[in-house]
């Protein structure tokens, strides 16, 4: 990465300020590839809580995908050694708000076998019921 090479240039010709900034920004990059990861499995959990509630069934395979991107957001949002999150549970809200749109889109390609299109899709379940059940299904993982 051309910005660590940057850093060690600043470091080593004590330019502490340059040094600092270049921190901040491979900080934001970090936290950004975090919230990309959060926001991908956030997307499949919907689009799977989608294709239950609105066909009123589950599969094994469907259950095991809304397993997996619990573990995968919790285990992604988490600080190892800091502790803490990178993301707070209201912008956790809003990262679903904004994954919901596309997972809808998906869903009505999947959910019985593509015969609805998402306004349609969407008229089968209560999406902010669905919303809320996401969230506490990511908090209590």
Do not use: C
Not at 20 to 45: F, Q, T
Not at 92 to 97: M, Q, T, V
Request: charged letters at 30%; glycine letters at 2%.
């Amino acid at each position: 990465m051309e910005e660590l090479w940057e850093l060690r240039k600043n470091i080593e010709e004590q330019r502490y300020p340059e040094a600092l900034l270049l921190i901040g920004e491979l900080e934001e990059m970090s936290r950004e590839d975090k919230l990309n990861k959060i926001y991908s499995y956030a997307v499949i959990l919907l689009l799977h809580l989608i294709k239950q509630n609105a066909e009123h069934r589950t599969t094994r395979s469907w259950d095991f995908s809304i397993f997996n991107s619990l573990q995968q957001i919790k285990r992604t949002n988490k600080r190892r050694k800091a502790g803490g999150v990178y993301i707070s549970p209201q912008e956790l809200k809003e990262l679903l708000e904004e994954a919901y749109p596309l997972a809808l889109k998906k869903a009505a390609i999947e959910a019985f076998e593509g015969q609805y299109f998402e306004q349609q899709l969407e008229t089968m379940f209560d999406k902010e019921q669905l919303l809320q059940q996401a969230f506490q299904l990511i908090q209590d993982s």
